[in-house]
């Protein structure tokens, strides 16, 4: 998940908590609830993307490669 999709996450999450009322969709759905859980879950992601970007970067090969300018023999 990265940081675009975990921001996502948290502004949905903050809707949900605070722009919504708890009881539009009746008693079954606690909307409240659904948004905290996705603002943590947005928070978790944040973290976590900012926290491995390094590691990403870091992913090459240290390989030793040995040319010689002559011309192939016929």
């Known amino acids: 998940m990265g940081v675009g999709v975990s921001i996502f996450f948290l ?3 903050a809707i949900l908590k ?3 009322e708890p009881d539009v969709f009746g008693e079954a ?5 659904i948004g905290i859980i ?5 928070g ?5 993307s900012i926290v491995l970007a390094p590691r990403r970067g870091r992913t ?5 490669i040995r040319r010689e300018n002559r ?3 016929l």
Do not use: E, K, Q
Request: proline residues 7%; negative net charge; aromatic residues 6%.
């Open 71 to 73: 011309p192939p023999d």
């Open 44 to 48: 978790v992601g944040v973290v976590l």
């Open 11 to 13: 502004t949905l999450g």
């Open 38 to 42: 996705f603002m943590i879950v947005g």
């Open 18 to 20: 605070f722009a919504i």
């Open 60 to 64: 090459s090969d240290d390989a030793l």
């Open 29 to 33: 759905v606690h909307m409240d609830i």
